[in-house]
Nanobody
Framework: VQLQASGGGSVQPGGSLKLSCAAS????????MGWYRQAPGNQRELVAR???????DYADPVKGRFTISADNAMNSVYLQMNSLKPEDTAVYYC?????????????WGQGTQVTVSS
């Protein structure tokens, strides 16, 4: 599975960005996709996740501001980010969870920078 993320950039506090991630290759056993982020000096953390049933999970700091969505085939995942804050600044990574071998295997995109600054 290959993941190609896009949509990062620079925005002022309170602004919005939308991240997109396209999956290609053998995606038939991908059961969930999501977005993680990593700020300098911090560990990579989950931002939002959506599974093939449409169930979503959000990290507490982004609840009510970010919305994750995906197409039915789990080939694309999106992250709409509103009311952005400086603390949202990070490299955002697209993730796909593959359960084809009975255990979870994670695929990662290349990362896209999001900078929130006045």
């Amino acid at each position: 599975v290959q993941l190609q993320a896009s949509g990062g950039g620079s925005v002022q506090p309170g602004g919005s960005l939308k991240l997109s991630c396209a999956a290609s290759g053998s995606t038939f056993s991908v059961n969930a996709m999501g977005w993680y982020r990593q700020a300098p000096g911090n560990q990579r953390e989950l931002v939002a996740r959506i599974n093939s049933g449409g169930n979503t999970d959000y990290a507490d700091p982004v609840k009510g501001r970010f919305t994750i969505s995906a197409d039915n085939a789990m080939n694309s995942v999106y992250l709409q980010m509103n009311s952005l804050k400086p603390e949202d600044t990070a490299v955002y990574y697209c993730n796909a969870e593959d359960y084809g071998l009975g255990a979870r295997y994670d695929y990662w995109g290349q990362g896209t920078q999001v900078t929130v600054s006045s």
